[in-house]
DNA sequence: ATCAAGTATTTTGTATACAGACTTCAGAAC
DNA sequence: GTTCTGAAGTCTGTATACAAAATACTTGAT
């Protein structure tokens, strides 16, 4: 917290047309999460967090709140809210979940999917491979989770969809821990490889089998920087 | 809405210690969901409903956003919370998801779950039979509900517990709906006892297929009461 | 009578105020 | 030196107040 400013002006303020204040607080906050500026277990101070902001404690704690539905924040009553950690089971359970869902999004997708949809697929995953080429971590990593969130929008299911990307949103903040080595880095691109070559040959069972592979080598990816 | 009562008085007012006084609100909001005391496409007028409650709008609207967040009401700019519409699609959906859910949790469980477990949720079975046969459906339905949310908790995966249990809320609603007539019932019953079976002999493979045909069934049951 | 425009009322969105709970820190007792 | 106690300060939880937007209503014209 060594660079974090407790000057009293607003200096990130949110300027933003009246209604959608709601949401920019919400993914404001959401950023400072996933890129750890606040780390887990930290207190979310609502006067502090909402001068900074420039916005004040009512707005600030109802997007809270909404974080708090989604799991990211924990709410301690009369304490506050804290961000939530996630120890290592919980980080497995949750790439479990994620797997089981996108097997399911797979099966699906591969059904209902039209060509033009996996074709655009394939071109994300193209372009990630030129950022992999590149070195580009950062992009990669973006193209990444696009990838996995178009193939489960392929399965038509906005349900799906929903709790997936809650997910994955949940799963950002490990991920960044993530710092792979160039030969895991290798193979995870081998893998998405693979599920490209599956996805378009539609063949529902190879899908599923290397989605389920694909999060279990992440688990083995993460795991060793998660403590208990 | 003929007997709703729009007296200023807070009949139904909740006294609770300060600290649950947001779980209070949310589960009364929850309630009157589900219920459809607040039926599908109803807005949310923050004015009468603090009133009612006897709370004033700040956290009655916190309240609000974290339903919001669970998907049960939808938010419009300047104009509030109405309780979300779900047509045969979502519901479609939304089962389908909560059926690959199952089955995950399914195979998870027949791996980890101690006898004690699974014995906790035969008596649970055996208990929801005896309202069977008592004609009694609202401890039936209880029952029921539970012994699926028993099964999830099996797999030992909270996130998976989480999850599925939101989307059971929002199901909630609509299976109120599904008044099945005898015969349905009784297929359901059975479908419940070949459940039981797979689990108590640890059979992954069957447990999901039950899962899953379970859930497929329970649309044919439901999709009839349901508009476009 | 129907429709349009402008006004009044209602309702949402945000900020501020205040009461209660928690935290912290100083000082006394052991 | 450690631990207990309590008072000051900080922070959360709730209510109220006010501004902006939406809705309802009235009035007038066609």
Redesign the interface.
Known sequence: MANSRMSDEPEMEIKIE???L?DAILNRLRDMIIEGHLPPGARLNEGQLGARLGVSR?PL???I???????LVE?V??RGAMVKEFGAK?VL??L??AG??E??AGR?AVEVASDKGIAAVRAMHDEMLVCYRRGDRLDYYKLNQAIHTAIVALAD????S??HAR?QTRLKRIRFIGHEGPEKWASAVAEHEEMMAALEARDADRLAKILGEHLTRAWERVKDGLES
């Open positions: 009246r209604q959608s709601h009512t704690r109802e997007a709140k909404f974080l708090a539905s989604e799991g709410l009553p009369s919980e359970n949750m479990q979940v089981a869902l097997q399911f699906c299911n906005d349900t799906l929903e709790i997910l």
